[in-house]
Nanobody, 117 residues
């Protein structure tokens, strides 16, 4: 089992910045990929950024150039630095991890990000 705990959400004005953190615990060695998803009001959950086991990071087109996904392996923590925030970035942000053989997906509890115009 893997447990994920997010923090760092909040209310910010458009153009501002926030940094989300996600601490992983449990069977860390089994993790294949980690990432961030978000779900805005009335919308489906969507991928924001994902880092593969090989270290490649993929971003949604809507956040490229504004968001940066990083990790600190010593702290079992991943971060999402969000700059130039827009009202459309308002959503609950979820930390994500998965393992393979067998495939299991893990989710954090979510942290609310609200961007005011």
């Amino acid at each position: 089992q893997v447990q994920l705990v997010e923090s760092g959400g909040g209310l910010v004005q458009a153009g501002g910045s926030l940094r989300l953190s996600c601490v992983a615990s449990g069977n860390i060695g089994s993790i294949n990929t980690m990432g961030w998803y978000r779900q805005g009001p009335g919308k489906q959950r969507e991928l924001v950024a994902l880092i593969t086991s090989g270290g490649r990071t993929n971003y949604a087109d809507s956040v490229k150039g504004r968001f940066t996904f990083s990790r600190d392996n010593a702290k079992n923590t991943v971060y999402l630095q969000m700059n130039s925030l827009r009202p459309e970035d308002t959503a609950v942000y979820y930390c994500y991890a998965d393992r393979v053989a067998p495939t299991i997906r893990y989710w954090g509890q979510g942290t609310q990000v609200t961007v005011s115009s």
